[in-house]
C-alpha cells in the first residue's frame, strides 16, 4: 500500500519584522491602464486575466494557430525563472508585455514577443516560515497596477512600469497559518483575494481590498460566526478552527454583480471533531461584490472526511436542459462528480443534477431536488477507523482548471481516474500554527484500482446532452491546466513525461507535442502581438503533481525522476 511522502511537513514559526522585498529596476514602454471595461470585454490578443475572462472559461478566440497547422509550432523564447518547486501561474499578458509569478514570491514582467525583462520584484520569505505549498498561481491587473498575493499572507501592489511597490497589506497573520497561493480578482476598483492555511485550522474568508490605498473594504469569512446563517451547523466552537479555504481565485457574473468562489474542505480532516454539515465548507458560495454578503451557496458533500478540498471555482456557461438555456454553474468536482447548478435571480444557487465522471464509491446517491449526497458508511474514515475510497484525496480533478470552448460546445477536463486512497484518523489537540489534519502522514494511503491500464486523463464531454464526446489516457496522472482556444485545439501539460501538447478539441487526436525542461503542471495562455499569435507556458514540477508521483511510485515499486527548475516557454507557427 502505498504511503505519501510529503516533503517536511512542518510548522510555520514567528519573526519579529516584515520581509525584505527587492526589485531589479526597468521600465515598460508605453503601458496601458487595464479597465473594468477591458475586463469585462477583454480582447482576444490579450490575456488580462487568471482564465482569460471572469466566466472562468481558459478559452481564447485566436485561430492563427489552429488544427491544420500546429504541427508546426515551435519554441521562440524561453527565460529562465531560477527558482525550482511548482510554477502553476499563467503568463498575463497585456498589450505585448507578460507578466508571470513564481515560487518564492517573485514577479517578471517581460516582452511578451521577445522574453527581454523589464523588471523583476521578489518578497524575501521570513526564515522561519515553512511553505507548505511553496507556488504562486499570478497576478491580478487594474489600472496601473499588478496584484501579488504571498506566502507570508501579504496583498502587494505594484506600478506595472516599474515594479515598485505602492502598498502592501496583512491578509492575516502567518503565524497562525494562513498563507495565500492565488492570482488575485480584480473587478470595480477591488483586488480580492481568499486564504489558504485549512491543514493549520484556519478560518477562512474571502476579502476585498481597495485597489488605490490597500485598505479592506469587506471580509466573508466561509464559516458563519454566532447569530449567522449556517452557524448551528458546526457543534461548540468547531467553527473557529474549521478550515474552508478558499485558494483558487473566483469567477465572477458582471450582469448580476456576484463573485462565485469554490471553499474547501473542513478542519480538521476527520469528521468525528466536528459533527454537523460544516457550512460552507466543500461548497460554492455567491458574494455580492458591493458589499460582501453571502447571497446563496450549494455543498456539493458535507461533513467531509476525504480532503477533498472543492476550491475550483465554477464555470459560467451555456448548458441546455429540455427547451430551456441555462446560464449555469459547472463544477467537476474533487468529489468524482460533475456538477450543474443554476444561478437564481436572487443570488441563491439551484441543483440541477450531478454525475461521475470518475470512479467513485463513496456517494450511494444523490437527492434529485437538493443534490445532498448519501455515503456509504464504510467509505467514511474516522479517529481510530481506517476506510478505502475512491477517488483518492486528490480527487477526480484537483485544482486544475478545466476549459469550455463556446466554437465545440464542450467542457475539458484533467482528470486523474481509478486512484483510490485510504485515511485513519487520530485524536490530535488544536495548536496554533502547527498542522491539524487528525491524521498521521504514515496513515494516508494511495492505491490503483486492480487492472487498470491508466490513471490520467483529458475528458471532453458535451453539458447538454451530459455525453462525455472523447477521452484521451495517460499511463500516469495528469496535473495539466486546460487552454482550449478558437483554433479547434487544447493545450495542456501535466504528465511526469515533461510534454506540452496540443489535441484536436473536437476528437481528442494528439496533434503536437513538445518535451520541455521539467513537468508542465501551470496554466496555458495565448496571446497575440503584431499580428502573430503565441502560445506561453511555465514548465516546472513539484508540489502536488510531485508527491502524488512519489506515491505511485511506492505503489508500483518505481522510482520516476523529472527534472526540476522554472522556465517560460513561448511558442508560434514555423514561418
Known amino acids: 500500500m502505498a504511503k505519501l511522502k510529503f516533503h517536511h511537513l512542518g510548522v510555520a514559526a514567528v519573526i519579529g519584522c516584515l520581509p525584505f522585498a527587492s526589485v531589479q529596476a526597468g521600465e515598460v514602454p508605453n503601458y496601458r491602464d487595464v479597465s473594468q471595461e477591458r475586463l469585462e470585454d477583454p480582447e482576444p490578443h490579450n490575456w488580462l486575466m487568471y482564465r482569460g475572462n471572469y466566466e472562468g472559461w481558459g478559452y481564447s478566440p485566436l485561430a492563427e494557430i489552429n488544427s491544420g497547422n500546429v504541427d508546426t509550432l515551435r519554441p521562440v523564447w524561453t527565460f529562465s525563472t531560477g527558482v525550482t518547486e511548482g510554477h502553476q501561474s499563467p503568463p498575463i499578458v497585456n498589450d505585448g508585455v507578460m507578466f508571470i509569478t513564481t515560487p518564492q514570491n517573485q514577479v517578471f514582467a517581460l516582452d511578451a514577443r521577445t522574453g527581454e525583462q523589464y523588471w523583476r520584484y521578489q518578497r524575501e520569505i521570513p526564515e522561519e516560515l515553512f511553505q507548505l505549498h511553496p507556488t504562486n498561481r499570478g497576478v491580478g491587473l487594474y489600472e496601473d497596477k499588478v496584484f501579488v498575493a504571498t506566502t507570508d499572507a501579504f496583498l502587494v501592489a505594484l506600478e506595472a512600469k516599474t515594479g515598485k511597490v505602492l502598498w502592501e497589506t496583512a491578509v492575516e497573520d502567518y503565524k497562525t497559518g494562513y498563507y495565500l497561493t492565488l492570482a488575485p480578482l480584480t473587478v470595480d476598483g477591488l483586488a480580492i483575494v481568499g486564504v489558504s492555511g485549512g491543514e493549520y485550522g484556519i478560518r477562512g474568508f474571502v476579502a476585498a481590498y481597495d485597489v488605490d490605498s490597500g485598505k479592506e473594504v469587506w471580509k466573508r469569512h466561509t464559516i458563519p460566526g454566532p447569530g449567522e446563517p449556517g452557524h448551528d451547523t458546526w457543534e461548540g466552537d468547531t467553527w473557529k478552527t474549521g478550515g474552508a479555504s478558499a485558494w483558487i481565485t473566483g469567477t465572477y457574473d458582471p450582469d448580476t454583480k456576484i463573485l462565485y468562489w469554490g471553499i474547501g474542505n473542513a478542519a480538521p480532516w476527520m469528521p468525528d471533531n466536528r459533527a454537523g454539515d460544516n457550512l460552507y465548507a466543500n461548497s460554492v458560495i455567491a458574494i455580492n461584490v458591493d458589499t460582501g454578503e453571502l447571497v446563496g451557496h450549494h455543498q456539493y458533500h458535507w461533513n467531509e472526511a476525504w480532503d477533498w478540498d472543492e476550491v475550483s471555482a465554477p464555470i459560467l456557461m451555456p448548458v441546455k436542459r429540455g427547451n430551456k438555456t441555462l446560464k449555469a454553474l459547472v463544477h467537476p468536482a474533487r468529489n468524482g462528480y460533475l456538477w450543474v447548478l443554476e444561478p437564481r435571480a436572487n443570488g441563491t444557487i439551484g441543483f440541477v443534477d450531478a454525475e461521475p465522471y470518475v470512479r467513485q464509491d463513496v456517494f450511494t446517491s444523490i437527492d434529485g431536488n437538493t443534490g445532498r449526497p448519501t455515503y456509504h458508511p464504510d467509505r467514511i474514515p474516522g479517529i481510530g477507523r481506517k476506510a478505502d475510497f475512491c477517488p483518492s484525496l486528490w480527487g477526480g480533478k484537483d485544482w486544475p482548471p478545466a476549459a469550455y470552448n463556446p466554437q465545440t460546445g464542450l467542457l475539458y477536463i484533467p482528470a486523474n481516474d481509478n486512484l483510490c486512497g485510504h485515511l485513519t484518523g487520530k485524536a490530535e489537540e488544536y495548536k496554533p500554527g502547527q498542522l491539524y489534519l487528525t491524521t498521521a502522514i504514515a496513515d494516508i494511503g494511495l492505491t490503483i484500482f486492480p487492472g487498470s491500464d491508466h490513471i490520467g486523463e483529458i475528458q471532453a464531454w458535451n453539458m447538454d446532452s451530459r455525453t462525455e464526446q472523447w477521452t484521451h489516457n495517460f499511463e500516469f496522472h495528469n496535473w495539466g491546466p486546460i487552454l482550449t482556444t478558437g483554433g479547434n485545439l487544447v493545450f495542456a501539460g501535466g504528465t511526469n513525461d515533461r510534454y506540452f501538447r496540443a489535441f484536436d478539441a473536437t476528437s481528442g487526436e494528439v496533434l503536437w507535442q513538445f518535451k520541455t525542461n521539467s513537468g508542465v503542471a501551470a496554466v496555458p495562455s495565448t496571446f497575440e502581438v ?35 527548475g522554472g522556465v517560460v516557454w513561448v511558442f508560434a507557427l514555423d514561418r
Not at 506561453?536 to 514540477?541: I, N, T
Not at 511510485?553 to 520516476?560: A, N, S
Open 530 to 564: 503584431n499580428g502573430v499569435q503565441y502560445v506561453a507556458v511555465q514548465s516546472g514540477w513539484g508540489v502536488d503533481p510531485q508527491r502524488v508521483q512519489g506515491a505511485i511510485d511506492g505503489q508500483l515499486g518505481t522510482k520516476t525522476e523529472v527534472p526540476q
